[in-house]
């Protein structure tokens, strides 16, 4: 399984971006398709999850309604929009794989069996 993480750059407070994470290697029935996001201060944090199954999604307190995770299976890609941006959300962002994750379990990035590169996202005026 390969991931790899598009789509970050630097925007102003109140801005948007969307990420991009392409898909490869699997057909990902089954598996759950992650967000997590880290900075030098903090260790790796969940902040969104969607089953490439049916498409339930969980996210982080920290980016309900401002955040919006998706997938388009033809293009075996998942996306994160990303709305509203404040400083603190200023970090590497990681797209990541889990097959047969239950939901007590998507928060958690041990669970994750693959990870993309990652992709700064920068907050600032």
């Known amino acids: 399984v390969q991931l790899q993480a598009s789509g970050g750059g630097l925007v102003q407070p109140g801005g948007s971006l969307r990420l991009s994470c392409a898909a490869s290697?699997?057909?990902?029935?089954?598996?759950?398709m992650g967000w997590f996001r880290q900075t030098r201060e903090k260790e790796r944090e969940f902040v969104a999850a969607?089953?490439?199954?049916?498409?339930?999604?969980t996210y982080a307190d920290a980016v309900k309604n401002r955040f919006t995770i998706s997938k388009d299976t033809a293009k075996n890609t998942v996306y994160l929009q990303m709305n509203n941006l404040k400083v603190e959300d200023s970090a590497v962002y990681y797209c990541?794989?889990?097959?047969?994750?239950?939901?007590?379990?998507?928060?958690?990035?041990?669970?994750?069996?693959?990870w993309g590169q990652g992709t700064q996202v920068t907050v600032s005026s």
């Open positions: 969607i089953k490439w199954s049916g498409g339930s999604r």
């Open positions: 990541a794989a889990g097959p047969g994750l239950i939901t007590s379990t998507l928060s958690d990035p041990i669970k994750y069996s693959y």
């Open positions: 290697g699997s057909t990902f029935n089954g598996y759950v």
